[in-house]
T-cell receptor, first 114, second 113 residues
Framework: AQSVAQPEDQVNVAEGNPLTVKCTYS??????LFWYVQYPNRGLQFLLK??????LVKGSYGFEAEFNKSQTSFHLKKPSALVSDSALYFC????????????FGAGTRLFVKA | DTAVSQTPKYLVTQMGNDKSIKCEQN?????MYWYKQDSKKFLKIMFS???????INETVPNRFSPKSPDKAHLNLHINSLELGDSAVYFC????????????FGPGTRLTVL
């Protein structure tokens, strides 16, 4: 069965510092991995996805993520955090076995301090 | 133009009532979804339709019934509302395909008193 783990409920980082939000996954086939961001009282917005190819994926707002097959991880990163990056971040996975069903992690709240 | 819209944004009702939430997407997508986000922000798929055909039906009580009159609309009707139904319900859409991004609506906050 598919599953996604986001081991940290909250990540705190100072503005200007690099940030990492962790995600690990478990699927039976090849994974299709996504990151979404949710701002307060809003729907989820797509940030980036890994389908195939280069393990380093670049997305919106300066975010990037690295797919690591051996560690079954897809950590979200940004070289320099902004206060406006403070939000709830969701990692999600799909695979052929799961069909159209997307499994979301529990979410990680990112707090960037000025 | 809003890509995925939901109405109403807020819904406050009494236990036992029946209510509906409407969703429309103008992206030309083939697949639409309903998700439930609970108070701990956990997001769970409820239903999915592809070209008006139900393709995902998770373990959701029979009181929840989705309807897709056409591929741009997916409505959610809830009968006999219970306290535990209080949550934020999100509609989303995507093109057909495993690799396609989902676009989410703004959510409907349902409060059952």
């Amino acid at each position: 069965a598919q599953s996604v783990a986001q081991p940290e409920d909250q990540v705190n980082v100072a503005e200007g510092n690099p940030l990492t939000v962790k995600c690990t996954y478990s699927v039976s086939g090849n994974p299709y991995l996504f990151w979404y961001v949710q701002y307060p009282n809003r729907g989820l917005q797509f940030l980036l996805k890994y389908i195939t190819g280069d393990n380093l994926v670049k997305g919106s707002y300066g975010f990037e993520a690295e797919f690591n097959k051996s560690q079954t991880s897809f950590h979200l990163k940004k070289p320099s955090a902004l206060v406006s990056d403070s939000a709830l971040y969701f990692c999600a996975v799909r695979d052929i076995g799961g069909g159209f069903k997307t499994i979301f992690g529990a979410g990680t709240r990112l707090f960037v301090k000025a | 133009d809003t890509a995925v819209s939901q109405t109403p944004k807020y819904l406050v009702t009494q236990m036992g009532n029946d209510k509906s939430i409407k969703c429309e997407q103008n992206l030309g997508h083939d697949t639409m979804y309903w998700y439930k986000q609970d108070s701990k922000k956990f997001l769970k798929i409820m239903f999915s339709y592809n070209n008006k055909e139900l393709i995902i039906n998770e373990t959701v009580p029979n009181r929840f019934s989705p309807k897709s009159p056409d591929k741009a609309h997916l409505n959610l009707h809830i009968n006999s509302l219970e306290l535990g139904d209080s949550a934020v319900y999100f509609c989303a859409s995507s093109q057909e395909g495993l690799t396609d991004t989902q676009y989410f609506g703004p959510g409907t906050r349902l409060t059952v008193l």
